[in-house]
């Protein structure tokens, strides 16, 4: 029987995002970190908050020429926040998860 080694984890690197499947990676790029993605996520819920708010206002005064923009902009922030939610549920799941692995 042949076993293959696992293979090691690699780290997400920002240029990976952008920039496909290249495989060139810069040696200056320093990896994303959990918080920095987490700490997005949470500006990204406040932005669209902010914007569902002021789509609100200008509805509730009349000032609001398309009222489906009110729409889309409450749907960004239903899922804005519903993505927060998830990636907070599976962090927690995974620290649960190391706590009680046995060293």
């Known amino acids: 029987m ?12 920002p240029s990976q995002l952008t920039s ?10 320093q990896p994303t970190m959990f918080s920095d ?3 997005s996520l949470i500006n990204n819920v406040q932005e669209t908050d902010a914007v569902k708010n002021e789509k609100q206002y200008l509805l509730a005064t009349g000032q ?11 749907y960004k922030y239903q899922v804005a926040t519903s ?5 907070r549920d599976r962090a927690l799941d995974a620290y ?6 046995s060293i």
């Open 83 to 87: 993505l927060l939610v998830q990636v």
């Open 20 to 29: 496909g499947v290249s495989g060139e990676k810069s040696s200056s790029e």
């Open 64 to 74: 609001l020429d398309n009222p489906t923009e009110w729409s889309i902009a409450a």
């Open 96 to 101: 649960s998860e190391l706590s009680r692995m």
């Open 37 to 39: 993605i987490f700490n």
């Open 2 to 13: 042949n076993f293959q080694p696992i293979q090691s984890i690699q780290m997400l690197w």
